[in-house]
């Protein structure tokens, strides 16, 4: 069994998003064999999501955060960009890792699915993603 590892640098800018790291894994993964792709972001306020992008999902996500996590002066945690606390509560919703099977060195994906960064966080520009494969043809 083997163990493949690298990190991505997104640049998420000063806006709240929904980042597609669908291609980055993609070319990770291929012609590795089988295994299990771990997405994981080092961060303490952002997080992961398997989901449909680009329909409109991205924006009700983001809309659904905003309504749960409203970016108000509720936040204990107050440094920052005004409601940034919200943003260090986005991971009990949103979690900092995911993991997808790998079949014969593709994603085994639904057909609508991607793999997305969530950043509600304007006052970070650049997010770091630990792409860990275990398994496959690697080495």
């Not at 640098?9 to 291609?23: C, K, N, V």
């Not at 990770?28 to 449909?52: K, S």
């Amino acid at each position: 069994m083997g163990f493949k590892t690298t990190e991505l640098s997104i640049t998420t800018g000063s806006r709240s998003g929904l980042f597609d790291l669908t291609a980055a894994c993609e070319r990770f993964v291929a012609g590795e064999g089988d295994g299990l792709l771990n997405v994981f972001v080092p961060h303490a306020t952002c997080g992961l999501v398997i989901m449909e992008l680009g329909a409109g999902s991205d924006v009700d996500l983001l809309r659904a955060l905003e309504a749960v996590l409203p970016r108000d002066d509720r936040w204990t945690h107050r440094h920052g960009s005004p409601g940034h606390g919200a943003d260090h509560v986005v991971p009990a919703f949103v979690p900092p890792s995911i993991t997808v099977p790998v079949v014969e060195g593709r994603l085994a994906l639904g057909t609508w699915q991607s793999i997305a960064l969530v950043d509600t966080n304007v006052d970070n520009q650049r997010r770091t993603v630990r792409l860990t494969l275990v398994g496959g043809a690697i080495g």
